[in-house]
């Protein structure tokens, strides 16, 4: 995505002779401590507590990555299929393949779910995410582009700990994985080296696996961006690139062949198999990037902790830019310095970091220009791209993220083109700039309690091996608990029942485009609102005819409702839950620490 030194670019300083390993072994492990440092003081409300803790304004997302970890240790010990369940969205299933599935990582971290559950799995990939972000941009500017040490770091550690990273810790294993980008971008360099285009393209063929099980939406922004940045440096050094082509197309076909033989399977599933959707049913005008967002401090941050921040994102987990004003006015006079002093090579690459930064700060703005949380009707680029395939399916805003490593590698080559005692302006410019950006620790709160009833494998004397069991609320992404209590059971090996809906994505959006969660039942519907609003209204003949059918349909064996439900966006109402729920289907029986209805 940036940067070319090793393979297209005039070296930033003087190219020095690659100093012993045993040399920069010290550097980097004070790096790869200061980086996971960071990583535990963001996710430090997380370590409090693994078991019981969750993310405060995103615990929805947290179970859903917590079942995703314990049903593909399920699925890996009883060779079940990883990427298509049954046990959800009774009876038709959900298709993981167009979920986000994570499969590489549920497989690697499967002993420490079965050892100690996917509470802290979850925790301990996520810290690890961004501890690797800072320190794969770290060894890529070291490495690769021979950068000094100082300015390698720098770079890599805004990679790994931007506001863009730290908002997308709020839960999101898939988007924190941005230790992935460096790889891949390394290894799609490396594909013109002369005679080594069979290993280098497998390589990146696995990886290009790896990380569309992990994080395919940021792959496909990966590659939108490598393509850009390599076709704008090409047409300023076509010599170069000509002299490069023959080996990396043979190396980029050989990845693309390793790729597909890997992911036939997965990409068959994500675009013909069973409960796939094409585009989904987000907004592209609500989740596209303010313009004042990008001069804005992001919330977890010391600029946010002291009052600075501005709400201006459509939720906590989705402060894409963030940057401050402070930092872009830094990229602008680091851009300048180099420019002033670049040769021809130097200034191609430059070209191609400018051009590619500008085409995604645009694109990321969505359909319609917003300011200040208001729509202009200003009409943007992205209308023509919205209805594309793939595009369909992305959040316009998350294309921000691309410009972070773009500012990073700026912010590198800018330190080394200032040398080992850059001047005090420049050193109190990067600390204006940065300072405000440290990140603070994530919000976290306590989750409700797995109910008795399931923890102590009872559910098992009122549900059959693979029977259906119907929580009450029906589980949602804001009313978690059903696929909660799954996830014990999957991780604890009590055995397998299955859940009439739950949070993921699906078909039966408008338009034909995807959803969260199935199509309500009318019972599901009057349940949730119950629970959103504590309110029961009226049950007549009609609404119980309706629950019965509902059972019918789901083939449900038992009805549970616990006495604390989790509301992951608003507080749930129990109390009134069970007059709803006692009013549809009679008097329920009392068993352990949960009320439950016999279908």
């Not at 930033?12 to 003081?41: E, F, I, M, N, Y």
């Not at 599933?269 to 313009?291: A, C, I, M």
């Not at 940065?434 to 098992?460: A, C, D, K, M, Q």
Request: charged residues 15%; proline residues 9%; neutral net charge.
């Amino acid at each position: 995505m940036v940067g070319l030194r090793a393979v297209t670019m005039t070296e930033p300083v003087a190219a020095p002779a690659d100093p012993p390993a045993t040399s920069r072994r010290r550097p980097d492990l004070l790096v790869a401590a200061l980086a996971l440092g960071l990583a535990v003081l963001v996710t430090a409300g997380l370590w409090a507590d693994p078991d019981h803790r969750t993310i405060k304004v995103n615990s929805s997302d947290q179970a859903l990555f917590e079942w995703l970890l314990a049903y593909g240790a399920h699925a890996l010990t009883h060779a079940e299929n990883p990427l298509f369940t049954h046990l959800m969205n009774v009876p038709d299933g959900v298709n993981l393949a167009v979920n986000t599935s994570i499969t590489v990582y549920a497989v690697l971290f499967a002993p420490l779910t079965l050892l100690a559950g996917p509470q802290w799995s979850f925790v301990v990939i996520l810290t690890l995410n961004l501890a690797a972000t800072a320190f794969a941009w770290y060894l890529l500017l070291s490495r690769a582009f021979r950068l000094p040490v100082l300015a390698s770091v720098v770079g890599g550690l805004f990679c790994g700990f931007a506001p863009g990273m730290v908002s997308h810790a709020n839960a999101h294993l898939n988007w924190t994985a941005g230790w992935l980008v460096p790889l891949v971008v390394w290894r799609l360099f490396a594909l013109r080296e002369p005679g080594r285009w069979h290993r280098n393209g497998l390589i990146l063929g696995v990886l290009v696996a790896i990380a569309f099980s992990i994080a395919a939406e940021g792959l496909f922004f990966t590659a939108l961006a490598s393509a850009l940045f390599l076709g704008v440096w090409t047409i300023s050094q076509k010599g170069e690139a000509r002299a490069a082509l023959p080996d990396f197309v043979r190396g980029l076909a050989v990845t693309a062949g390793t790729a597909l033989v890997l992911l036939s399977y997965p990409l068959w599933l994500h675009f013909f198999g069973p409960q796939r959707f094409h585009g989904t049913g987000f907004d592209p005008k609500v989740h596209n990037e303010d313009l004042a967002a990008f001069a804005a401090f992001p919330e977890r941050s010391l600029a946010g902790a002291a009052g600075l921040d501005t709400g201006l994102a459509p939720n906590p987990t989705e402060e894409n830019s963030f940057f401050g004003l402070p930092l872009l006015l830094l990229a602008i006079a680091c851009f300048v310095l180099l420019w002033r002093h670049a040769d021809a090579g130097r200034r191609a690459m430059l070209r191609a970091l400018a051009v590619t930064a500008g085409v995604f700060f645009v694109l990321s703005l969505g359909p319609e220009l917003k300011v200040d949380e208001r729509l202009t009707g200003v009409p943007l680029p992205y209308v023509a791209l919205g209805g594309l395939p793939i595009f369909n399916a992305a959040l316009p805003a998350r294309l921000a993220l691309v410009v972070i490593p773009l500012i990073g590698v700026l912010l590198a080559y800018a330190l080394a083109a200032l040398g080992p005692r850059p001047a005090p302006a420049w050193l109190g410019a990067f600390a204006v700039a940065l300072l405000p950006l440290v990140p603070v620790p994530l919000h976290t709160s306590v989750y409700e309690p797995v109910p008795r009833f399931i923890t102590s494998g009872t559910w098992r004397e009122y549900v059959s091996d693979g029977g259906v069991l119907a929580p009450v609320p029906p589980t949602s992404d804001v009313l978690p608990d059903g696929q909660r209590w799954q996830t014990y059971a999957l991780a604890h090996r009590q055995g397998e029942f299955r859940i009439p809906a739950g949070f993921f994505l699906g078909p039966g959006g408008p338009d034909g485009k995807g959803r969260i969660g199935p199509v309500p039942r009318p019972s599901a519907d009057l349940l949730f609102e119950v629970a959103r609003t504590g309110v029961v209204p009226p049950i007549t003949e009609a609404d119980r005819a309706a629950a019965r059918e509902d059972l019918r349909y789901w083939g449900a064996e038992a009805v549970v409702l616990a006495d604390r439900v989790h509301g992951a966006k608003f507080p749930a109402h129990p109390e009134a839950l069970l007059r709803a729920t006692t009013e549809l289907l009679g008097p329920p029986e009392r068993v352990d620490d949960v009320w439950l209805w016999r279908a």
